[in-house]
């Protein structure tokens, strides 16, 4: 059932944004993060990402979420991505909390060179912009996988061509 019409400039939206929720995704997950969702949690010294987000993997969802809803006014995306937007940002908010309480007195220590949101910690002086190798592994991945999604795997994967969309 359809809620807008769909419109090539939304599909653009979707286009940009895609990439940098699958770059956020991808290094959210192969970084070292202790306070939020990572294969490498641990009590290893944050990952490059955390500097720009403390969470990368859920804003990577949030992205995607965003885009996708903006481009897909039905009600089966909506309810797909509206349920990942609403976990993204519940995920944030219990995650925030849960550290909070588990470091206690060094919570303010572990977050002051990192941001719920992307690049504030930058733009506040409280964190240097840096890339390491998992930003790296990123870049490349979310870059060949949006080549591939936008050359046919998209449309091979959901019935549905964003290039075909963006230019109609």
Same mark, same amino acid.
Do not use: C
């Given at each position: ?81 509206? #349920? $990942?937007?609403? @976990? ?7 995650? *925030? ?5 588990? %470091?206690?007195? &060094? ?35 979310? #870059? $060949?996988?949006? @080549? ?7 449309? *091979? ?5 964003? %290039?075909?969309? &963006?230019?109609?």
């Amino acid at each position: 059932m359809e809620l807008w019409a769909p419109a090539a400039w939304r599909a653009w939206i979707a286009i940009y944004l895609v990439p940098i929720a699958l770059f956020f995704l991808v290094a959210g997950l192969i970084s070292p993060n202790p306070l939020s969702i990572s294969f490498r949690r641990g009590d290893q010294d944050a990952g490059a990402i955390v500097a720009i987000t403390r969470h990368p993997v859920l804003w990577g969802f949030l992205l995607w979420t965003f885009g996708h809803l903006i481009a897909n006014g039905d009600v089966r995306s909506v309810m797909l991505f509206g #349920a $990942l937007g609403i @976990f993204s940002i519940v995920g944030m908010a219990m995650t *925030e909390r849960r550290n909070r309480r588990r %470091l206690g007195s &060094a919570w303010s220590t572990a977050t002051l060179s990192s941001s719920v949101f992307p690049f504030a910690a930058m733009i506040w002086g409280r964190a240097p912009f840096k890339i390491d190798r998992p930003m790296i592994i990123a870049m490349i991945v979310a #870059a $060949l996988t949006t @080549f591939w999604l936008l050359a046919g795997g998209h449309a *091979e994967l959901f019935g549905a061509d964003p %290039l075909a969309a &963006a230019t109609s």
